[in-house]
C-alpha cells in the first residue's frame, strides 16, 4: 500500500482563489511527522510546512496551513490568497517515528498551476 | 541560510561511462540523502549517510553507490551508466531528527537544485 498518496496529479486555480492540496498517508506508527515541499520549475525543493503527529494545533507558516485530520489519516495543504508564484509542485511527505528515523517518504506530487 | 550545492544542473553521458555527482552542504548538518525524481513517481530514496563514512541504503540502490569521506560533501556514483538511470538526482541534507529544537530551527530535509542527468 502506498504511503502517501496524492490523487491529484494537477490543478487549475484562479488567482487569489484559495487552494486545497490532498495528501493521505498511511502509517501503523503513532508518532510521525508530515511535510509538504514545492518544487518550482527550477527543480530545487522549498520546505513549506511541517505537522507532528502529536501537535495539537493545525501548523500554520503565513499563507500556507496544514488541515491535519489524524482519525482520517489526511495532511491537506491549504494555500490562501493564491499568487502566480505559486504555481509549481507540490511534494507531501512522512516520517515514521520522531527520533532514529531520519526517511522521508513522498507522494507522487500535484502540479498546481495558478491562472491570471 | 542552509546551502546544498550539486556539482551540475545538467549532465549528458553515454552507456557504460562512470558517472560522479557530487553534493556539498554548508550548514555541518549530519544527515545527507540521494533521491532520483521521475514524473509520475514521486522522490525515491537511493542512499543515505547519517555521519561520515557512513551509508545506508535506500529504496533503490540497485546500480548506484555512495562516498562520503567528509561530512561537507556525499557522493553518488552510478559505475556503470545505462539509459534506465536517466533521471532528475536531488541531494538533500538534514541534522538529526528531533535536534531541531536545540538547533533553533525544524529538522527538516534542506534541499539542493538537483542534476538532470541524460544517459545516451
Known amino acids: 500500500a502506498q504511503k502517501i498518496t496524492q490523487t491529484q496529479p494537477g490543478m487549475f486555480v484562479q488567482e487569489k482563489e484559495a487552494v486545497t492540496l490532498d495528501c493521505t498517508y498511511d502509517?501503523?506508527?503513532?508518532?510521525?511527522?508530515l511535510f509538504w515541499y514545492k518544487q518550482p520549475s527550477s527543480g530545487e525543493m522549498i520546505f513549506l510546512i511541517y505537522q507532528g503527529s502529536y501537535d495539537q494545533q493545525n501548523a500554520t507558516e503565513g499563507r500556507y496551513s496544514l488541515n491535519f485530520q489524524k482519525a482520517r489519516k489526511s495532511a491537506n495543504l491549504v494555500i490562501s490568497a493564491s499568487q502566480l508564484g505559486d504555481s509549481a509542485m507540490y511534494f507531501c511527505a512522512m516520517r515514521e517515528a520522531n527520533f532514529g528515523n531520519e526517511k522521508l517518504t513522498f507522494g507522487t506530487g500535484t502540479r498546481l498551476t495558478i491562472i491570471p | 541560510d542552509v546551502k546544498v550545492t550539486q556539482s551540475s544542473r545538467y549532465l549528458v553521458k553515454r552507456t557504460g561511462e562512470k558517472v560522479f555527482l557530487e553534493c556539498v552542504q554548508d550548514m555541518d548538518h549530519e544527515n545527507m540523502f540521494w533521491y532520483r525524481q521521475d514524473p509520475g513517481l514521486g522522490l525515491r530514496l537511493i542512499y543515505f549517510?547519517?555521519?561520515?563514512?557512513?551509508?545506508e541504503k535506500g529504496d533503490i540502490p540497485e546500480g548506484y553507490s555512495v562516498s562520503r569521506e567528509k561530512k561537507e560533501r556525499f557522493s553518488l556514483i552510478l559505475e556503470s551508466a545505462s539509459t534506465n538511470q536517466t533521471s532528475m538526482y536531488l541531494c538533500a541534507s538534514s541534522i538529526p531528527v528531533g535536534a531541531g529544537n536545540k538547533r533553533g530551527y525544524t529538522d527538516t530535509q534542506y534541499f539542493g537544485p538537483g542534476t538532470r542527468l541524460t544517459v545516451l
Open positions: 502509517t501503523s506508527d503513532p508518532s510521525y511527522g
Open positions: 549517510s547519517y555521519d561520515v563514512k557512513m551509508k
